[in-house]
Nanobody, 120 residues
Framework: QVQLVESGGGLVQAGESLVLACAAS????????MAWYRQAPGMGRDFVAT???????NYADSVKGRFTISRNYAKNILYLPMGSLNPEDKAVYYC??????????????WGQGTQVTVSA
């Protein structure tokens, strides 16, 4: 069972930056991909960014050029430096990870979330 613990959320003003981190532990098969999602009040959970085991990345259009996902593979820590934050970025940010067995069966995990609030 993989445990994901996020940190780094907080309250900032528009234009400022934050760095989120997610520490993963307990993987028996080796973590495959990791990602960040976010959920604004009253809304569904939306994709933010992902990084695959091979290192390739993908971003939601709304964060391209402002957020950068990275991963420390040795320590199994996922990072999300966020720049030029605006009030639309206010949400609970969730860390996601998956691990897969050789025959393709995969397990999916979520962290508990960390709150990011951006004041205008």
């Amino acid at each position: 069972q993989v445990q994901l613990v996020e940190s780094g959320g907080g309250l900032v003003q528009a234009g400022e930056s934050l760095v989120l981190a997610c520490a993963a532990s307990g993987s028996a098969l080796g973590i495959n991909s990791m990602a960040w999602y976010r959920q604004a009040p009253g809304m569904g959970r939306d994709f933010v960014a992902t990084i695959l085991k091979i290192g390739s990345t993908n971003y939601a259009d709304s964060v391209k050029g402002r957020f950068t996902i990275s991963r420390n593979y040795a320590k199994n820590i996922l990072y999300l430096p966020m720049g030029s934050l605006n009030p639309e970025d206010k949400a609970v940010y969730y860390c996601y990870a998956d691990e897969c067995a050789p025959k393709g069966l995969c397990w999916y995990y979520w962290g508990q979330g960390t709150q990011v609030t951006v004041s205008a």
